[in-house]
């Protein structure tokens, strides 16, 4: 994209643009903006690039880290209680578009080992690949007494990807899912294969869109089963031409700057 932008004038301009394309594309395929969630993708935003978009209103936050997400939940939840504290006591001047919280997401593929670390601090992981790890999932569930939203990752590129389910499994796995009883199983997520061409994208989104409806068809994962998690700032206008429902959209928003290694701990 080559573009750095880091001054929030430039943030509120791209947030703006970013929002206003959704908005177009959701029109295009005869839906309405609300009806298309955009995870805001924070891999390239500075701690004040977070707080600006949720001043804005934004509610829905990425990451693809277990560390990042983990400082970055804490640092928001600070700046948000504190926002709460000052505004118990000014409320008119409060700004009254900041949402009492966000719910953030789980995009990374993650390890079985992080589970425990990252299930209170999220709403929904999308990259469940594997068997093994939805069961791991459900167990830490049962154990800790919660429903654990998820989407299965699924890997339709036909590209040697390195996670994601295979299509044809995808329906099975499901099944396997709907039997976990501390596991909700909400939809799938995809990744098209980087491109400088959005439409390259296409036949991608198009063939997992399919594969939406067919599991749906199926009646494995019920009525809770309505999330198409796809396309990035490269191809999300494609991927919600194509059905998306969700949109994660990082440097579309922050632009491209790399952010250093949170400290560990
Ligand atoms: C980084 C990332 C995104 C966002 O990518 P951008 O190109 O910055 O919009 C979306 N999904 C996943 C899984 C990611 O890792």
Redesign the pocket.
């Given at each position: 994209m080559g573009m750095r932008m880091t001054g929030p004038n430039q943030l509120r301009d791209s947030y703006r643009k970013v929002m206003e394309t959704v908005a177009r594309a959701s029109e295009r395929s005869r839906r309405q903006a609300k009806d298309v969630c955009v995870v805001a993708?924070t891999?390239?935003a500075s701690p004040d690039q977070i707080r600006s978009v949720v001043e804005m209103g934004h509610t829905d936050m990425g990451e693809?880290r277990v560390q990042h997400l983990a400082q970055r939940v804490a640092s928001l939840d600070e700046f948000l209680s504190r926002r709460r504290a000052l505004g118990a006591v000014a409320s008119r001047t409060a700004h009254t578009d900041v949402p009492a919280s966000v719910r953030w997401h789980m995009?990374?593929h993650l390890q079985r080992n992080k589970v425990k670390q990252i299930i209170p601090l999220v709403q929904l992981i999308h990259s469940v690949d594997s068997l093994r790890l939805a069961e791991e999932l459900h167990a830490f569930g049962s154990r800790t007494e919660r429903t654990i939203d998820i989407l299965l990752e699924v890997n339709t590129s036909g590209e040697s990807q390195k996670f994601g389910i295979a299509p044809p499994a995808v329906i099975h796995l499901a099944e396997q899912v709907d039997t976990m009883m501390s596991l909700r199983l909400r939809g799938i997520m995809a990744?098209a294969p980087y491109s400088d061409n959005p439409e390259d994208a296409r036949p991608v989104f198009a063939r997992t869109y399919e594969l939406f409806q067919e599991v749906r068809a199926a009646g494995v994962a019920g009525q809770h089963f309505n999330i198409l998690s796809m396309g990035?700032?490269?191809d999300y206008e494609v991927a919600i031409e194509e059905g998306a429902n969700l949109v994660?959209?990082?440097?579309?928003i922050f632009g491209d700057q790399e952010q250093p290694e949170p400290p560990q701990g």
């Open positions: 993708v891999k390239t693809n995009i990374g990744m990035m700032s490269g994660r959209i990082g440097r579309a």
